[in-house]
C-alpha cells in the first residue's frame, strides 16, 4: 500500500492486500505454529535467513497485518504488536539498553511507565532521570552521561496534557548520538506523526484510541528506520548475537534492525504477545480511527470551552484552549487536533472533585481513557496513587485533578451531563 494514500485511506486499507478469492476482511489465524515441508526451510526460518511466521510468539500473519497497518500510520519501516502499552515501552527501553546503561526520561509520563522506570528497570540495574518536558536544551544536555542511551517522553503526556516540543527533544537526543523514543498513545498517528520531528521510535498503548472500544489491550513498537545505530554506542546491534549464530542485525537486517531484534530477541525470549484475536479487534478499530478522533476533538473542545466559563470551575487544562501552555506547540506538532482528554480541578478541592465525579451519569468512572464512551477518572487516588505529593507534583498532577475522557456520543448529551453535576454539588 502507497505511503501516499491518505492516512484516512490508510486506516482502512494498509497492512492487508487480498488476493483473489482471499477474504475481504483480514482474518484471524488463531493457530500458534505454521508448518513447513523441511527441516532444511524450518532451519533458515529459525536461523533468521528467511522471513515467515512458524511460531505466533514471535510473528503471526493476523498480527502482521496490523503491525504493517501501524506501521503505515506512523510512516515508519516497521512495528511489533505487543500483548499491552507496558510491554511496548519496556521493550522499547530494554532492546538498547542493559545493566549499567542510563536513560533520560520525561517526568510527565504515564504513571505505569514511571513505576515500569523508576523502580522494575532501576531494580534491573538500568538508571533513569527524570527531566521536565520544559527543560530548556542546556538543561536537558546536562541530564546526559557517558552510560546515557536513549530519551524517552510522551508526544501528549498522560494525564498532564503537556505537549511535547518533539523537535528540541530530538535535537538534544541526537547531539549525544542516542534516540529518542516517544509515546504517541493519545494524539494517535492520526493527529501526530512523530518521525516527522526527528523522533526515532514511537510506542504506543493501542488499549486506548487505536482500538477505542475497550476491548483489548495492545501496545506497539515502530521504528522510524532512520536513526544511525553503528555510531558505536549501540553494540547489541552491531556486534554478534550468539543466540543466532553471531548474526549482527545492522548487517543482516539493515534500516531494520532495531525493530528485528526487538522481535527476534526480545520478543522470542519474554513473549509479550499480542494474541491473533486481539490483533483482530485492534484491526477494527484502527479502520475508524480517523472518524472517531475527529469527534473525540470535537466534542472534547466544545467541552474544554464549556467548563472554562463555568463559575464552579477553578482550572481547565486541554490542549485545545488558547489559554493552554502548550497551545502552539499542540498546533505545530498536532494542527488536526489533539485527544479528547481533559484534566479540570472543580471549586472546593479533592471533595468536590470526588463528590463531582460521583454525580455524573453518562460519564462512567473507569480505569481507563480513550474510550468512544465518555468516562472520568481521578488519578490521586487511582492510577498514581503509588506516588507521594512530591512525585505526584513532579508528575504534574494536583490532587483536585479530574481525567475526564470526552467520547463520541453527541455533544448536548455530554454537557448535559456535566451540568446536571454541577447542579447536583451546588
Ligand atoms: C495506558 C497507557 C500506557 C500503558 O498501556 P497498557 O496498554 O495499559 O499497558 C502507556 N502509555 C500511555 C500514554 C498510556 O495512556
Not at 466544545?302 to 502552539?328: D, R
Amino acid at each position: 500500500m502507497s505511503q501516499e494514500y491518505h492516512i484516512n485511506t490508510r486506516c482502512l486499507q494498509s497492512g492487508y492486500e487480498p488476493g483473489n478469492g482471499d477474504p475481504r476482511v483480514v482474518p484471524i489465524y488463531q493457530s500458534t505454529t505454521f508448518t513447513y515441508d523441511s527441516a532444511d526451510t524450518m532451519g533458515k526460518l529459525f536461523d533468521l535467513e528467511v522471513a515467515g511466521d512458524f511460531y505466533t510468539r514471535l510473528s503471526n500473519p493476523t498480527s502482521g497485518a496490523v503491525e504493517r497497518k501501524i506501521a503505515a500510520l506512523e510512516g515508519g519501516i516497521g512495528a511489533l504488536l505487543t500483548s499491552a502499552g507496558q510491554a511496548a515501552s519496556m521493550i522499547s527501553v530494554l532492546n538498547i539498553c542493559r545493566s549499567g546503561d542510563h536513560v533520560i526520561s520525561s517526568a510527565s509520563i504515564y504513571g505505569g511507565t514511571y513505576n515500569l522506570f523508576h523502580k522494575t528497570m532501576r531494580e534491573m540495574g538500568i538508571d533513569f532521570t527524570f527531566v521536565d518536558p520544559k527543560a530548556s536544551e542546556e538543561e536537558l544536555s546536562a541530564a546526559f552521561r557517558d552510560n546515557t542511551r536513549l530519551v524517552f517522553a510522551e508526544t501528549l503526556a498522560n494525564p498532564t496534557l503537556v505537549v511535547l516540543d518533539i523537535e528540541k527533544f530530538a535535537r538534544v537526543a541526537h547531539a549525544h548520538n542516542v534516540p529518542l523514543i516517544v509515546d504517541n498513545t493519545f494524539p494517535t498517528p492520526v493527529n501526530c506523526r512523530p518521525f516527522e520531528f526527528g523522533a526515532d521510535i514511537v510506542v504506543h498503548s493501542t488499549t486506548k484510541y487505536m482500538d477505542g472500544h475497550a476491548t483489548a489491550v495492545g501496545g506497539v513498537i515502530v521504528d522510524s528506520g532512520n536513526f544511525n545505530w553503528k555510531n558505536g554506542k549501540f553494540p547489541e546491534l552491531t556486534e554478534p548475537d550468539e543466540s543466532y549464530h553471531g548474526i549482527i542485525y545492522t548487517e543482516q537486517f539493515g534500516e531494520a534492525a532495531y525493530i528485528v531484534k526487538a522481535r527476534t530477541h526480545l520478543m522470542r525470549d519474554i513473549g509479550a504477545v499480542i494474541s491473533p484475536n486481539n490483533a483482530f479487534l485492534l484491526n477494527l478499530g484502527l479502520e475508524t480511527l480517523f472518524l472517531r478522533m475527529e469527534r473525540h476533538c470535537s466534542n472534547a473542545q466544545a467541552v474544554a470551552e464549556y467548563l472554562e466559563q463555568h463559575e464552579l470551575i477553578e482550572w481547565v487544562n486541554y490542549p485545545g484552549l488558547k489559554s493552554h501552555e502548550g497551545y502552539e506547540l499542540a498546533q505545530k506538532y498536532m494542527p488536526g487536533g489533539t485527544c479528547g482528554v481533559i484534566s479540570f480541578g472543580v471549586k472546593g478541592g479533592r471533595d468536590k472533585a470526588a463528590q463531582f465525579m460521583e454525580a455524573l451519569k453518562l460519564a462512567k468512572i473507569v480505569i481507563h481513557v480513550a474510550d468512544a464512551r465518555t468516562c472520568v477518572l481521578h488519578p490521586a487516588s487511582t492510577t498514581h496513587r503509588q506516588l507521594n505529593d512530591q512525585q505526584l507534583a513532579e508528575a504534574g498532577i494536583s490532587p483536585d485533578l479530574l481525567r475526564f475522557s470526552v467520547g463520541i456520543e453527541h455533544i448536548n448529551d455530554i454537557i448535559a451531563d456535566l451540568e446536571q453535576a454541577f447542579a447536583a454539588i451546588r
